[in-house]
């Protein structure tokens, strides 16, 4: 029985370094590429020696897709392809493809010039990694060759984030990537269509969540910041330069100006500046509102929102600081939170989910003494908060996408363990479908029953449906009398009449005999009367006739009578039926067997 074989080379049971590897129909899929933000050994790539231990990766991947430009889903895309070695196609959506190379860079300055690491891809390697990317189309069919498919839906998430549905023939597997199934301030909500794969791979991230009211969770932000700007705190918010900075950029300049308010909002530049630009440029990849607005003004650009200056971390009075990256790890984020660290009046509002191991979780996690490098310790007196504007599902996002594809089994990646476990019951429970949640190095392999297309001919369509036959649905499957012609690797049933004259070939009759005793003092044409007879008193509906020829016939059936050469009591039956009368022939030949009622005539 043909399988689908999924195992995560990162996001098994764990957030961060997204990388599942799919062999389907002997087609072998690498869904997303990513590094992980809580480590900086061995262990932030994923361990590509599971998929060759030397040579190149092209011999072994059909293709690459990466569903969306976060590091933790594209951010070891040059050192797999570059330094590692993959020449194979690599897809991803025009947005994805515009702000990858940019997020690379700026992960790859931080970690080389300003931390000096070595073993990690150049500038020169990232261009040459983006040369082999080819950018996808929501909803367009992509053939990578002459049996594998892929097409992308739009997830939400973040600008240019996408599903997609892969496919082999007829077997199937949907790659959520990162999805969101509400849509907020800037992007629309993740859609796709009942396409039943076999199996769904969702991101699991708040797996146990369901999250409150949007309207509450803005409201309590705002609140906040205004009570910190009020005692004259300063609040910083690390964001990622693209997706929920943009979201939390339009409420606060909504509020400012609602508000009137006078303390600085500020953004630390380059990389928002590009994001912007890139938001500019890809209008069709946000809401409707926003596209509306557009044409009046320019959401993304702000009068309350100015570019950061490191000078200004120093400065006194309040100010609200978007600083990168999302989870205090490294980069600008860190240095400021580092200086604002011992003061009560200041407050840091971390908007979105953080890795093991960075900093982020450990303050979320109520750490007030951390160890910095060179081992000096930084006392946390700042106020901490935590507020959802994650762009992930909910538990109630997850299972409404299931909903909307209909999967037959379902796999869960980027989550943590204990989460998971939790929503693998609720899905199995509900949706009676089996769900796996493999850890990395694992492999989850799942059998189909895949489904062969056959074209029914439009004469045996319709001579069914005069036959009191309904109209076909999927949902209703029913049986079809046909003949079956296999041509140049397509299926076609057809009517047995047009067959025949398709093929050239003449009909033969195909009819089962049965032979059956009867005990009867009578003579034979006698005996067979009486049969005739029985069989009109027991049979209504059917046409029963008794021939010159001395036969009884019963639709298709034919009925003989001859004596035993030993007792000419004992009557032979012979009974002959076409396949078709296959059901009344056997019927026919249990009740003769129980001899004839007494009182015939």
Known sequence: MPEIKVTPLGAGQDVGRSCILVSIGGKNIMLDCGMHMGYNDDRRFPDFSYITQNGRLTDFLDCVIIS??????????????????YD??????????????????????????????????????????M??????????????????????????????????????????????????????????????????????????????????SKRCRERDFLKKVHDAIERGGKVLIPVFALGRAQELCILLETFWERMNLKAPIYFSTGLTEKANHYYKLFITWTNQKIRKTFVQRNMFEFKHIKAFDRSYADNPGPMVVFATPGMLHAGQSLQIFK??????KNMVIMPGYCVQGTIGHKILNGQRKLEMEGRATLDVKLQVEYMSFSAHADAKGIMQLIRMAEPRNMLLVHGEAAKMEFLKGKIEQEFSINCYMPANGETATVSTNPSVPVDISLKLLKREMALGGSLPDPKKPRTMHGTLIMKENSLRLVSSEQALKELGLNEHQLRFTCRVQLQDPHSDPDTLHRIYTHLKSVLKGYTIQHLPDGTVMVDSIVIKVSSSAEDTHTKVLLLSWSYQDEDLGSFLSTLLKKGLPAGLC
């Open 68 to 85: 969306h430009f976060h590091l933790d889903h594209c951010g070891a895309l040059p050192y797999m392809s570059e330094m590692v070695g």
């Open 339 to 344: 200086k604002w660290a011992g003061n009560e």
């Open 131 to 212: 040369k082999k990317v080819i950018p996808l189309n929501l909803h367009q069919t992509v053939q990578v060759d002459d049996e594998l498919e892929i097409k992308a839906y739009y997830a939400g998430h973040v600008l240019g984030a996408a599903m997609v549905h892969i496919k082999v023939r007829s077997e199937s597997v949907v790659y959520t990537g990162d999805y969101n199934m509400t849509p907020d301030r800037h992007l629309g909500a993740a859609w796709i269509d009942k396409c039943r794969p076999d199996i769904l791979i969702s991101e699991s991230t708040y797996a146990t969540t369901i999250r409150d």
């Open 88 to 129: 194979g196609p690599i897809y991803m959506t025009h947005p994805t493809k515009a702000i990858c190379p940019i997020l690379l860079e700026d992960f790859r300055k931080i970690t080389v010039d300003k931390k000096g690491e070595t073993n990690f891809f150049t500038s020169q390697m990232i261009k040459d990694c």
